[in-house]
C-alpha cells in the first residue's frame, strides 16, 4: 500500500454492552477483539455449538468407533470390584461359609460363587488375588487411568495442550495404553482437522478483515481455542453414555441384591441427580461468560506481544520498551484475574457438590452400619453399600459436571466457529477461468465505499490494455492503492464493474484470478527461509536460469553474489538481516518470477537508488509488452518513463496521458502535482 491513509479500513460499532465484555478494565488495557464483539451465548446457541461439535466426527468415525467398543472395558470393574471385596470381608476376614443358596449377591456373581464355593478361605484369597492381578494387567483400576499426560495448569493456553496430545482412558495397563493411544489419534485428528479449516479461512479471508482483526487473537484461536472442540465431543458422547451405563449397572446391583433389605438406598442414589442439576443450572450463564472473558484476556496477552515484537525496531528506537512492557504485564494481570475468576465460579459449583454429596455419603453409611449392627447386613454388605454409593454419587456429580463444563468449552468452541463462519472471500468466489487479457482492463464507472460509508473511489472510467506500463500517481489518500486493490479482488467495487478480457472479476475464480495477477505491496513480506525459497514460493516450479534472471532484473544480484551461500543464504525473521532496499528488490525479483499476466507494483523504488531505479525500470518496460505493468508510485523519475500515466484525487481521475503531454496541460492537475515536486520545473 502506498499510503497508511489509503489502508482500507473497517469500521465497527460496537454496543456498549459488547466493549465492555471485551474491556478489561486494568490500567486501561482493552480487549482487542475488533469484530467479534457480541460473545454473549445463550442456552439455544450452547445446544448449537455443540450439535455442531458432534457432527465433527464424522471425518474421524473409524476412530471413533474403536474409542467407543475399547473404552467398554470399564463396565467390568463396576460389575464385579465391589462383590470381591464383599467375598473377602465376608467369607476370608470372618470366615463365613460360602453357600451359594444362602448369600446375597448380584444374578452376575453366581458362576463365580459357585466356582468358589466348597474352598477353603485362603484358596478363595488366592484365587480372588489371581483375579485381581489379571484384571490389573490388563484393564489397571476402576480409577485413574493410565496417569498418561502434560502436566496442565488452570490458564487455557496449557489446558490446550494437554487436551491435544495427553489422550485419556479410564483404564490402565495394556487396556489403558491401547485406549489411550487411539484418544491421542482420535483427538489429535479431529484438533488438527478443525484448526486446519479455521486457519484456511482466516487466510481467505477478506484483506479489510485481516487488517482490522488482530494477529494474536488469530493465533490464539487457532492453537488454544480450537483444542477444546474435543472437550465438547467428549462430553456429548463418551461420559454421558459411560455415566450413565455405570449408573444403571449400580443400580441393576441395588435392585437385584438390597431392594427388599435396604429399599432406602434408591431413594438416597436417586437424589443426587436432581440436586446437582439444580445446583448448577442457575448459573450457566456466569460460567460462560467468565470463560470467555478468560479466553478474550488471553488472546489480549497475545496481542500485546505479537505487536510489541513486530514493531520491535520501532519500539525499541521510540524509547516505548518500558511502556510496551507496562501494557504487557497490564494485559497478562488482566488475564490471570480472569483465570481466577473463572476458577472460583467452578469451584463454588463443585464445593457444593461435594459436601451435599458427602453428607449423603455420610447418612448412607449410618444408616448403612445401623442394618449391619441389627444384622440386616453383612459386614461385606457395608462396604458393598458404600462401594456402590460411591459409584452412584460419581455419577451425578459428573452427569451435573457435563453442563458445566458444556459451558466452560463453549465459549472457546464459539470462538473458533465465529471465524468458521465469517464470510471469506470464497464465499463469493467465481467459477470463470482467467486465461487471455484480450483487450485488457476495464473500470466502468466504479466507484468504491469504505464499510463506515466514506467513498474512496467515485466514477472511476478508466481502460489499461496490454503492453502499458501505467503509474498511478496523487497524494497520500488519493485512493491509488484501493483502485488496484480492485484487480485482483482484494477490494470488491461498490458500484460499476471491474472487467477483464470483458469479464467482470467477480465472476473469476479467486486462485485463477491471483494466478494471473502479482501484486507487490509496498511492505516487505519476506519469509525466514533462503533466498531461493523465497523467490520459489511466488513460482515453486521456476528454474535457476529464471530466478537469476529475476534477481538480475530487479538488481538483486549485486548484493546476493557478496553473501557467503549465495542464493542458499537464510534471511532473519521477515528478511530484517538485509536492507530495506534489498527487501523492496528482494520482493520486486519475487513478483517478477511469477511471470503473471498483470503485475502491480506498491511504490517499487521508494528505497532503490537511481541507477537500480533506472534498470528496474527498463526491465518492467520490457516485461509489458505482452502483460500490463501496473506502478504506484511518488517519484518523478519513475512515473516519467511509464507509458501512460493515471493521476488520482479525492478518489477520482484528473487526469490520464504521458509525462510530457500531462505536464504540457496548463491548468492540470498532474502539472501541478509535478511542480509542487520540482518548485516549479517539470
Not at 360 to 378: D, F, K, M, N, R
Not at 387 to 413: C, D, K, M, N, P
Not at 540 to 559: R, W
Amino acid at each position: 500500500m502506498s499510503n497508511e491513509s489509503e489502508k482500507p479500513d473497517v469500521t465497527v460499532v460496537t454496543t456498549q454492552k459488547g466493549a465492555d465484555i471485551r474491556a478489561g478494565l486494568l490500567g486501561g488495557a482493552r480487549f482487542d477483539d475488533r469484530i467479534d464483539t457480541n460473545t454473549d451465548i445463550t442456552g439455544a446457541e450452547t445446544l448449537t455449538l455443540v450439535i455442531r461439535s458432534f457432527f465433527l466426527l464424522k471425518e474421524v468415525w473409524r476412530l471413533f468407533v474403536l474409542k467407543f467398543l475399547i473404552a467398554f472395558a470399564m463396565v467390568f470393574p463396576g460389575l464385579f470390584l465391589a462383590w470381591l471385596f464383599k467375598i473377602i470381608t465376608d467369607h476370608v476376614i470372618l470366615n463365613r461359609p460360602l453357600i451359594v443358596d444362602q448369600v446375597n449377591f448380584p444374578p452376575h456373581m453366581y458362576p463365580i460363587l459357585r466356582y468358589l464355593e466348597g474352598m477353603e478361605r485362603m484358596e478363595i484369597m488366592f484365587t480372588i488375588s489371581c483375579m485381581f492381578v489379571f484384571g490389573l494387567l490388563l484393564i489397571g483400576f476402576r480409577v485413574g487411568g493410565t496417569g498418561a499426560g502434560t502436566y496442565e495448569g488452570r490458564d487455557a493456553a496449557s489446558e490446550a495442550e494437554n487436551q491435544i496430545s495427553s489422550g485419556g482412558s479410564s483404564a490402565g495397563a495394556i487396556w489403558g495404553i491401547v485406549e489411550w493411544w487411539v484418544d491421542v489419534r482420535l483427538t489429535q485428528h479431529i484438533v488438527n482437522n478443525l484448526r486446519t479449516r479455521l486457519f484456511d479461512r482466516l487466510t481467505r479471508a477478506s484483506i479489510t478483515t485481516i487488517d482490522d482483526q488482530r494477529v494474536g487473537d488469530q493465533v490464539y484461536r487457532v492453537m488454544y481455542d480450537a483444542a477444546s472442540v474435543w472437550s465438547i465431543v467428549t462430553e456429548i458422547v463418551f461420559t454421558p453414555f459411560f455415566t450413565v451405563l455405570g449408573f444403571a449397572i449400580t443400580m441393576y446391583q441395588l435392585e437385584s441384591t438390597y431392594a427388599d433389605v435396604a429399599p432406602w438406598l434408591f431413594w438416597l442414589a436417586w437424589i443426587m441427580l436432581p440436586v446437582v442439576f439444580l445446583v448448577t443450572w442457575p448459573l450457566n450463564g456466569m460460567i460462560r461468560r467468565t470463560n470467555q472473558n478468560k479466553r478474550a484476556a488471553g488472546a489480549a496477552s497475545t496481542n500485546a506481544m505479537e505487536e510489541a515484537m513486530n514493531n520491535i525496531g520501532a519500539v525499541q528506537s521510540l524509547g516505548g520498551v518500558a511502556q510496551e512492557t507496562r501494557k504487557f504485564a497490564e494485559r497478562s494481570a488482566q488475564q490471570f484475574w480472569r483465570e481466577r475468576m473463572a476458577l472460583v465460579v467452578g469451584v463454588f459449583i463443585w464445593f457444593f457438590i461435594i459436601v451435599f454429596g458427602d453428607a449423603v455419603g455420610l447418612i448412607t453409611a449410618y444408616v448403612a452400619s445401623e442394618h449391619q449392627i441389627q444384622g440386616q447386613l453383612t459386614a461385606g454388605d457395608f462396604f458393598a453399600v458404600l462401594a456402590l454409593y460411591g459409584g452412584i454419587s460419581e455419577t451425578a456429580r459428573t452427569l451435573g459436571g457435563v453442563w458445566v463444563r458444556f459451558q466452560q468449552h463453549v465459549a472457546a468452541v464459539r470462538r473458533v466457529f465465529f471465524f468458521v463462519d465469517h464470510p471469506t472471500e470464497q464465499d463469493t468466489d467465481g467459477m470463470q477461468m482467467l486465461s487471455e487479457l484480450g483487450e485488457g482492463i476495464v473500470f466502468d464507472d466504479v466507484s468504491y465505499h469504505y464499510p463506515d460509508g466514506r467513498e474512496a473511489l467515485q466514477h472511476i472510467n478508466l481502460a489499461l490494455r496490454p503492453g502499458e506500463l501505467v503509474a498511478f500517481v496523487g497524494p497520500t489518500g488519493a485512493g491509488k492503492t484501493s483502485l488496484a486493490y480492485l484487480i485482483p479482488g482484494f477490494l470488491r467495487a461498490s458500484e460499476g464493474k471491474v472487467l477483464i478480457n470483458g469479464i467482470d472479476v467477480n465472476h473469476f475464480s479467486l486462485d485463477s484470478l491471483r494466478r494471473e495477477v502479482t501484486y507487490v505491496f509496498q511492505e516487505h513480506f519476506l519469509l525466514a527461509e533462503s533466498i531461493r525459497d523465497n523467490i520459489r514460493f511466488a513460482r515453486p516450479g521456476a528454474t535457476e536460469e529464471e530466478i537469476i534472471g529475476a534477481l538480475t532484473a530487479a538488481g538483486c544480484m549485486e548484493f546476493v553474489e557478496k553473501m557467503p551461500q549465495g542464493l542458499d543464504t537464510v534471511l532473519g525473521r521477515s528478511g530484517d538481516t538485509l536492507s530495506v532496499g534489498q527487501q523492496q528488490r528482494l520482493s520486486i525479483a519475487r513478483g517478477l518470477v511469477r511471470n503473471s499476466k498483470i503485475l502491480i507494483l506498491d511504490e517499487p523504488t521508494a528505497a532503490l537508488d537511481p541507477e537500480t531505479e533506472n534498470a528496474l525500470v527498463r526491465a518492467l518496460e520490457s516485461g509489458a509488452r505482452d502483460r500490463i505493468v501496473v506502478v504506484i508510485a511518488h517519484r518523478l523519475s519513475t512515473v516519467r518513463q511509464a507509458s501512460r500515466i493515471v493521476f488520482l484525487q479525492d478518489g477520482k481521475i484528473l487526469d490520464v496521458g504521458s509525462h510530457d503531454e500531462l505536464v504540457a496541460r496548463e491548468g492540470g492537475a498532474y502539472r501541478q502535482y509535478v511542480e509542487l515536486q520540482t518548485g516549479g520545473t517539470s
